[in-house]
């Protein structure tokens, strides 16, 4: 009986849903492995009658049994997703009711964690891009922007949006408008204000209202820009490929935390809405930690 309703399920979903062939090989397997699973868990034939009598649970119990086994998040979504067509299929053709099925989240894929630099390699980036341009503006410009991402954690388009205007007086902190127009403030480490200094002396048009960061051509300068420059700057230097403007903003927090600072704190001036995603950083923290323990250990 499984075979057999596995297969009418693939000749509807082909003829039907016009499904692709690969398509097809994957739910196949997964419809047939979940019927394998019911006639453990339930116990008998999975025929119409047994399948019209699951229930949330039943379908918990699956969900539970693949993660058990070590199954993925996407690849469990995937799996939910062939067994949601299968009962699609199972209500036009034969009246079975997957009701209960609705009642099942679908998981959600993990998060891959931020990738931060090394403290040598995010230094590197901050002091040393500028040496990649060919003219003095250029120059200070690209060190005091990676000295600015590095130094308050700011996203690019966060850094890219300032004004002249926006910078705050010695020994006060850096208003940034963040996504949903939410602002917060970020305190601006001497080294970032010295390097600053230097570009705006050099800066076209440092007029109040005028953009921070500009372009060869005095226009604001466009994020693609800078992701190039870094780029080459990261090829040229054998620096990781996830060496990047964001990277900068996870160095700062994940150097934060490994310096002793409290996730509140760090979520107060990354501008997390939650803590949850701040606590990403704790992983990554963690796994920097097994990376050291795992060389170093002479039992490892």
């Not at 891009?129 to 922007?145: C, F, H, P």
């Not at 601006?188 to 204000?193: E, F, G, M, S, Y």
């Not at 010295?194 to 005028?210: D, F, M, T």
Request: aromatic residues 6%; hydrophobic residues 40%; contains cysteine.
């Amino acid at each position: 009986m499984p075979e057999g309703l596995t297969q009418e399920f693939l000749v509807w979903l082909g003829g039907e849903r016009r499904a692709a062939a690969k398509t097809l090989e994957t739910y196949g397997r997964d419809v047939l492995a979940f019927l394998q699973f019911c006639s453990t868990h339930v116990g008998g034939v999975p025929d119409l009658g047994m399948l019209r009598g699951l229930r949330a649970a039943d379908f918990r119990a699956w969900i539970a049994a693949e993660a058990k086994a070590g199954v993925g998040n996407a690849t469990r979504a995937r799996k939910l997703s062939a067994i949601k067509t299968f009962f699609r299929f199972l209500k036009k053709r034969h009246e079975v009711d997957g009701t209960a099925l609705a009642l099942i989240s679908r998981p959600r894929p993990k998060r891959p964690l931020p990738k931060a630099l090394s403290p040598q390699d995010a230094t590197a980036v901050a002091h040393d891009i500028g040496e990649a341009s060919d003219t003095a503006m250029v120059q200070a410009r690209d060190t005091a922007l990676m000295m600015l991402l590095y130094g308050a954690g700011l996203r690019i388009n966060e850094a890219l949006s300032l004004n002249v205007g926006d910078l705050p007086p010695a020994d006060d902190a850096l208003r940034v408008t963040g996504k949903g127009n939410k602002q917060r403030i970020v305190p601006v480490l001497p080294a970032v204000r010295e390097v600053i200094a230097v570009y705006l002396k050099l800066h076209p048009n440092p007029g109040r209202g005028e953009p921070l960061f500009v372009g060869v051509r005095g226009g604001r300068l466009n994020a693609g820009v800078v992701q190039k420059t870094l780029r080459d700057f990261r090829r040229l230097n054998g620096l990781p490929e996830h060496a990047t403007p964001h990277a900068l903003r996870h160095s700062f927090a994940t150097h934060l935390l490994a310096g002793g600072a409290d996730l509140r704190s760090i979520q107060e001036l990354l501008g997390h809405a939650s803590l949850s995603t701040t606590q990403r950083y704790t992983d990554v923290d963690t796994g920097q930690l097994m990376e050291v323990w795992r060389k170093a250990h002479p039992r490892a």
